[in-house]
């Protein structure tokens, strides 16, 4: 769990950082687009204008999409934090393990 958590942590950084860093081009491009149209420059912004706002789009989506994924594994979380205490205090867990120990015999 600690590995898939500091590998969702790298990942939200890198797209918010490249998210970020591709914001300038695009918005210098989207004005040399306007004002070079018909113009072999034009010609070559118009190919490298896809890739980068397909980045835009998908490190952009992933953006909006973080808080709600943060919530939806906090919740796990706490779901599972409050079944292990209540578990304990229960004796639940011990009968679990005994019943594990049961089923492997
Ligand atoms: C194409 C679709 C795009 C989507 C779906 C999108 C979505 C988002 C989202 C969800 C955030 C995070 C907001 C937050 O932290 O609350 C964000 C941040 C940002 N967006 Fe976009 N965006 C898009 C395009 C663009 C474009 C075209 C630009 C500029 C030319 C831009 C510039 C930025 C900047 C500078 C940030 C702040 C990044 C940071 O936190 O360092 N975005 N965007």
Partial sequence: MELVNSMMKTLNQWSRKIHRW???????MVI???LARDTSVGMALQRVQPPI?????LTGGYLFLLPYLSKMQRGRRTAANARQRTDAVTGR??????RE???TR
């Fill in 53 to 57: 706002m397909l980045a835009m789009v």
């Fill in 32 to 34: 040399a687009l306007l």
């Fill in 93 to 98: 867990s011990e009968l679990r393990s005994m």
């Fill in 101 to 103: 120990a049961e089923k």
């Fill in 22 to 28: 591709l914001a300038l081009p695009f918005a210098l």
